[in-house]
């Protein structure tokens, strides 16, 4: 079972982010939302040890802002 630990930064980014792109925050949400059900999405960042790094790309199609171009989202599962 995985918990999700969302930190103070991650929230002052997400809060700057609703600000910028406020049209696009269901599918924001809906992408957060998403990852806590299947924490293993996303591409896989090498390089790390003993913690597996996964980045999804968040699409902002409220501003023709496809999911290569979109937001990025990192997710560090730690396996130790």
Do not use: T
């Not at 199609?61 to 290569?68: A, F, L, R």
Request: include cysteine.
């Amino acid at each position: 079972m995985f918990s999700v630990k969302r930190f103070p930064a991650f929230e002052r980014s997400l809060r700057d982010v609703l600000r910028k792109y406020g049209k696009s925050s269901e599918s924001i949400n809906k992408v957060i939302e998403n990852i806590v059900k299947n924490p293993k999405i996303g591409n896989v960042c090498s390089g790390y040890d003993n913690l597996e790094i996964r980045k999804e790309r968040i699409p902002l199609k409220e501003y023709n802002i496809g999911q290569s171009k979109g937001g990025g989202k990192i997710n560090i599962l730690d396996y130790r």
